[in-house]
């Protein structure tokens, strides 16, 4: 039997965005938000594979580090794990906007490296995003879409199957739709 996967941004979903035009370089700059913890859990308990699939363009710029980005991937696995929150693994492009590559969102190659790597089955999993290329990548990938819009209102959505302020009301409407058979 194939893998059922939530797939979740990093930035805006998991942990505060840096500032408009910066990049989060250090692990002592990443500030998880509330829920996150519990909401990956609730995740895993109802049997879905959690999986971060994550632009990183301040490689490609040279503001951060290859490194850094693994020690933080690191870390933010460590840390939710003390919450009783697993991350199955984390994807990344360090790739720049201009570079053409099947990694970056909106293109789904995180998702199809995971679905290969996972085994999973698209329909029966979900994309979790802040912005239109995160949904695009879920759509691309043959999943369902969760819009985490911060000033939550229906008019952002349209685009993704589902809008809702934040990750813990993300988990909720996934479990809840999720009941009903496809």
């Known amino acids: 039997m194939k893998n059922k996967a939530v797939f979740l941004d990093r930035d805006g979903v998991i942990n505060r965005k840096a500032p408009e035009g910066q990049y989060i370089e250090r692990w002592d700059e990443i500030v998880i938000l509330p829920g996150v913890g519990d909401a990956i859990k609730r995740l895993n308990e109802a049997g879905y594979r959690v999986i971060v699939v994550t632009n990183q363009r301040g490689v490609a710029t040279g503001k951060v580090r290859l490194s850094e980005v693994d020690h933080i ?57 802040d ?18 819009s911060e000033g939550f209102s229906r008019r952002s959505g349209g685009l993704a199957d589902v809008v809702v302020a934040n990750l813990s009301q993300a988990v909720e409407s996934i479990l809840q739709l999720d009941t009903f058979p496809l």
């Open 73 to 129: 991937h690191e870390q933010l696995i460590r840390g939710l794990a003390k919450k009783g929150a697993t991350i199955d693994s984390i994807y990344y492009c360090p790739h720049e906007l201009d570079k053409k590559c099947e990694c970056r969102k909106p293109e789904p190659g995180m998702l199809r490296r995971a679905v290969d790597e996972f085994d999973i089955e698209m329909r029966l999993s979900w994309m979790v995003g």
């Open 131 to 148: 912005n239109a290329s995160d949904v695009l990548a879920g759509q691309r990938a043959g999943c369902r879409t969760v819009l985490i």
